[in-house]
């Protein structure tokens, strides 16, 4: 598998009591310059963490614009829209049905597939997308 595509990595301060894993999405703490893992799916993500941090409060690089690797949450297939997935970190397909009333939170698009598990490269492009009902 290529590897990552190097854009913007962020450097942000990890609250998590246990740490934070390499290659997991994470969002925005309370204060300005924090993240923390999600704590349920579709939340929305600051981007994925490059490197793992054990200990919390201290700074871990994240990326937040360019190509990133992530695990997969189910099978995930190349070009699919992906959204966190559950508390682990971890992406799931995020499944666009027309006529529901959703806001799903993308991280990005595959651009290799998964199965469950597995890691695959993730195009970063967090955006909120609504679905409306019909």
């Known amino acids: 598998m290529a590897g990552a595509t ?40 600051l981007g994925i963490t490059q490197e793992a941090q054990s200990s919390q ?5 994240v990326r937040v614009y360019g190509i990133s690797r992530a695990y997969a949450s189910g099978t995930v297939n190349k070009g699919d829209p992906v959204e966190v997935a559950s508390s682990a970190g971890d ?11 959703t806001v799903h ?21 967090q955006s909120p997308v609504s679905v409306a009902a019909s």
């Open 57 to 61: 409060n201290e700074n871990v690089a």
């Open 91 to 101: 992406l799931r397909t995020a499944t666009l049905t027309p006529g529901t009333a």
């Open 6 to 45: 190097y854009v913007l990595d962020k450097t942000y301060k990890e609250i998590d009591a246990a740490g934070v894993g390499i290659h997991r999405p994470v969002g925005p703490g309370s204060k300005d310059g924090e993240c923390k893992l999600p704590t349920a799916a579709n939340q929305v993500a």
């Open 105 to 125: 939170h993308i991280v990005g698009y595959a651009q290799t597939s998964a199965t469950t598990g597995g890691v695959f490269m993730v195009r970063l492009a």
